[in-house]
């Protein structure tokens, strides 16, 4: 079997036309094998087979890592419960994620609203559905400070036995402490909703930056007596958000008497820029064969018609374009 074929004589169109159809039968194929492992799940015939839980059968046997398999457990098992599961996926108008995030929240009366809600929905947005359905209380505000982390590798060699084996369960596998000493490894940044209007956040930070934080609360005393961390941050994003509008966008209060655009010069007034922001939305303004791109971050101003060809800095000849498709044309 010939894992890197040629494309030599496929044109760009017959190349995403085969794309298309190979991701078509990619998600035909992972519904088969969800509704398969539930079957398989019900017989229990991973037993037979020498394996005492269907999530070593699928890391040992069908040679699966542990988050894939852990996530197609999941969907096979809430698509035993509920089958159109299987048609959803296979259409493409949800994910094994999505299926993930809404397991425990599926019932026979909300089963297929709550499907119809997630259709072709990102990641974030399911999150943020799933707490509007079972809300959190807020989250306290934490300063701590975390181990080095050469103490906390070393800390870790001599916490772990020399033969430590790899979960073989469900339940270890989801246990967040699992041969890991407490400290021992710093986290990434987490921003997750626990309700329909607040957000858990998590990150960490360098001593320089706890040093400002601490002096800024400080500071904010008379107005912030308990140093409120969410305040802070509110307050301090507010003010950066304004510096960016002004520095990359030109949006100021009182605007000044527009100049008129040199065509010797590739520079775009500032009249320009907020015009051109506005009109777009803050989105790349790219129209490709499947419509809009949808990028937010990493946009340019880009000449329609090119400087070099005659092309002057005004608002009709000025588009947003992300970097790739600035680059691109």
């Not at 994620?97 to 499907?115: D, F, M």
């Not at 300063?143 to 070393?154: E, G, T, Y």
């Amino acid at each position: 079997m010939t894992i890197r074929p040629s494309f030599n004589e496929l044109s760009d169109r017959d190349l995403l036309a085969t794309v298309h159809g190979l991701a078509q039968r990619e998600r035909h194929a992972t519904a088969r094998l969800i509704a398969s492992l539930a079957e398989l799940d019900a017989r229990r015939l991973y037993l037979a087979e020498g394996y005492s839980s269907l999530f070593t059968y699928c890391t040992r046997a069908l040679q699966l890592s542990e988050h894939a398999a852990y996530g197609r457990i999941e969907a096979a098992r809430a698509a035993r419960a509920y089958p159109v599961i299987l048609e959803r996926l296979e259409a493409g108008e949800i994910t094994l994620t999505t299926v993930g995030l809404l397991s425990s929240h599926l019932t026979p009366e909300n089963h297929r609203q709550l499907l119809d809600a997630t259709r072709h929905k990102s990641k974030r947005e399911v999150e943020h559905l799933v707490a509007t359905l079972r809300p959190q209380p807020p989250v306290a505000s934490v300063i701590r400070k975390l181990p080095d982390r050469s103490q906390a590798r070393d800390h870790a060699s001599a916490a772990a036995p020399p033969s430590a084996a790899p979960p073989t369960n469900l339940e270890t596998l989801a246990s967040p402490t699992h041969s890991r000493p407490p400290g021992c490894e710093i986290k990434p940044a987490v921003v997750k909703p626990i309700d329909a209007e607040h957000y858990k956040l998590q990150c960490t930070v360098t001593r320089e930056t706890m040093e400002k934080l601490r002096h800024v609360q400080d500071l904010m005393r008379h107005t912030c007596p308990k140093g409120d961390l969410s305040i802070i941050f509110d307050r301090a994003l507010t003010m950066l958000l304004e510096h960016l509008e002004r520095t990359k966008l030109a949006q100021v209060s009182r605007a000044r008497e527009p100049r008129r655009a040199s065509t010797n010069s590739r520079h775009i007034p500032a009249a320009v820029r907020r015009a051109v922001w506005a009109r777009d939305g803050g989105q790349c303004a790219f129209v490709g064969a499947q419509g809009r791109c949808t990028e937010r971050g990493f946009l340019e101003f880009h000449h329609v018609l090119p400087f070099g060809d005659g092309g002057t800095a005004v608002v009709e000849n000025i588009q947003l374009r992300c970097r790739a498709h600035n680059q691109y044309e």
